[in-house]
């Protein structure tokens, strides 16, 4: 069985995943680095088998040698800490040769898409360039240094040719994960808590900007996918300089989200509008400023390497049809709504 050292076994992304690669493979041996035993306790009770290790991502010597003792490394944690990356690569390919390479499967995002409209300070706006991560390879892996994530990911395409990597780049995901951490996305989320508290609902500009999406499990089938190939040498997918994968199921305007978003809440009876206003970026920095270019530019993708190679197809419900479940689970979290009305909603109760 392979050994898989895994970093951010209690987030969103990587709770999921880890729980999907576990459901798929039980006796994989696994090693996940926590950072404290409240968090390794957590994710003991829910995946027993595995072994903990707790530090950081600062604890490179750590990782270092943890990565060493793995045969596929899945790096879910922070997507631009580049020293984490350095030391994991250095563990691989400290143990590993070409005739049997290690594997780095990194987590990476499509904000990295958004670099264009951030140099032409747009917001709000449409634009019409969608990347494909077949077609456009060279280009994905050559954005300007400006470009979010970019310094981790020429850190990972810089990996020597005893370590074969594969960078993972989802879009804005949503839905409930099932990992022994964190279970809450946060783009369409935080949209949905700040339009419950402000009482009404917003969009960066006019809201015409595109995204893609993709359900947190649809995602994680993707890692299985990948871990599986690299279990198997390389399997069918391809790695390093065409090692580039993007997670789509479709894409939205953000203004339709914003809309659904206060309809539902209207619906609810926790606004008193459904009506959606039109902020400026700086109306939208003073409500959460980090929030701003994810809701605010474009990032639009077409994921056809994982589906050509690998055969992966997202298979759950759409953003859209979720809108309500979302903001449910946000009254319910500021406390505008009892604990078990998103159950009773749901028909699960």
């Known amino acids: ?3 898989l050292f895994v970093t951010g076994a209690t987030g969103y992304i990587g709770g999921d995943a880890l729980f999907a690669i576990l459901e798929a493979h039980p006796k994989y041996e696994i090693t996940c680095l926590v950072r404290n035993s409240t968090k390794g306790a957590a994710v003991a009770k829910q995946h027993p088998t595995v072994r903990l290790v707790y530090g950081d991502l600062d604890s490179t010597n750590l990782l270092a040698t943890e990565a060493a003792a793995a045969e596929i490394v899945c790096h879910f944690a922070h997507a631009d800490h580049e020293p984490s990356v350095e030391a994991l690569v250095r563990g691989l390919a400290s143990t590993h040769s070409t ?16 670099v264009y409209d951030a140099q032409a300070e747009l917001y709000g706006s449409y634009a019409e ?7 456009d390879i060279a280009e994905l892996t050559s954005l ?11 850190a990972i395409l810089a990996s020597p040719p ?13 839905g409930t994960g099932r990992g022994a951490g964190n279970r ?28 893609c999406e993709v359900h947190i499990a649809d995602l994680s089938r993707l890692y299985v996918a990948l871990v599986e190939a690299a279990a198997a040498r390389g399997g069918h997918a ?18 339709e989200v914003a809309n659904a978003i206060a309809r539902a809440a209207f619906d609810f009876g926790l606004i008193k509008t459904d009506d959606v206003q039109a902020l400026t970026k700086e109306e939208v920095d003073e409500i959460e400023a980090a929030e ?28 859209m049809e979720l809108v309500p479940e979302i903001v449910r689970g946000e009254a319910v979290r500021l406390g505008l709504l009892p604990e078990g009305h998103k159950a009773v909603a749901a028909g699960e109760a």
């Not at 470009?147 to 020429?154: C, D, G, I, P, T």
């Not at 994810?294 to 953003?319: D, H, I, Q, T, Y």
Request: aromatic share 10%.
């Open 1 to 3: 069985m392979p050994k």
């Open 99 to 114: 005739s049997k390479p290690g594997y780095l499967i990194h987590t990476s995002g499509t904000g990295s898409l958004s």
């Open 184 to 211: 809450a996305s946060d783009q369409v989320n935080k949209l949905a808590a700040h339009t419950l508290t402000r009482g009404r609902g917003f969009t960066v500009g006019d809201g015409e900007n595109r995204w």
């Open 162 to 174: 005893s370590v074969h990597t594969a960078i993972v780049s989802p879009p804005t995901i949503y």
């Open 292 to 319: 701003t270019p994810l809701w605010g530019r474009n990032s639009r993708c077409r994921a056809e390497r994982a589906r050509e190679l690998l055969g992966w197809r997202p298979v759950e419900k759409g953003l």
């Open 238 to 255: 391809t790695w390093n300089a065409e090692g580039y994968y993007f997670a789509e199921a479709g894409e939205f305007a953000w203004e």
């Open 129 to 135: 360039k969608t990347f494909s991560d077949t077609s």
């Open 144 to 154: 300007p240094d400006t470009a979010s994530h970019r310094n981790v990911e020429k």
